[in-house]
């Protein structure tokens, strides 16, 4: 009896072992979930997310699964929708539902009482966004309406200027910021 078990165990742990990924290797110089490490349509929800968010000539996606937004190749995400800047500055990119007739006008007035806390920042408001830049162009906080969300982008520097270069890019991540549904 005692070898019929020990041989019903090899012929299992034989068959198991012959049921393994047969999708093929995958890229070793590429980190998990990039374009060149997926190789099979089945891959797992993971690798389905990371492939959506592919990344292209203008950056890569990123965001709270709120809001997102496209930011440049160069910034590196440490956390969903957070990360450091091509010149070591913060940046985050959230959302929050809006619930009720007044959750707007709330969450406008919010941004515009952080003004108060950021000497020489400079308010820029209309009827659907709230902008707040900071003094010497050391960040930005924006924030922006959509039908039952707002969407926010916040960058802050570390103390030292921010380059013009990275500035410029402000723009695009704010023109690409969306909800994610």
């Not at 450091?84 to 009482?113: C, E, I, K, M, Y």
């Not at 922006?144 to 802050?156: K, N, P």
Request: aromatic letters at 6%; charged letters at 20%; a negative charge.
């Amino acid at each position: 009896m005692r070898r019929w078990t020990v041989l019903s165990a090899l012929v299992l742990l034989t068959i198991l072992g012959g049921c393994g990924d047969n999708d093929g290797p995958t890229s070793v110089d590429s980190p998990p979930g990039t374009a060149s490490a997926i190789t099979s349509p089945a891959a797992t929800p993971l690798l389905a997310a990371t492939a959506r968010a592919e990344v292209t000539e203008e950056g890569y996606l990123t965001g709270d699964g709120v809001c997102e937004a496209r930011v440049p190749k160069t910034w590196v995400e440490d956390a969903p929708g957070t990360g450091t800047t091509s010149d070591g500055h913060t940046f985050s990119v959230f959302g929050n539902q809006l619930v009720g007739p007044d959750a707007w006008t709330t969450a406008v007035n919010l941004l515009r009482d952080q003004t108060n806390r950021q000497p020489d920042a400079q308010l820029s408001e209309n009827d659907h966004s709230v902008r707040i830049t900071y003094a010497n162009g050391a960040g930005l906080a924006y924030r922006v309406r959509f039908a039952e969300v707002y969407c926010d982008l916040r960058i802050t520097g570390t103390g030292r200027q921010i380059s013009e270069a990275e500035r410029a890019t402000w723009e695009r991540v704010i023109a690409s910021l969306q909800p994610t549904v």
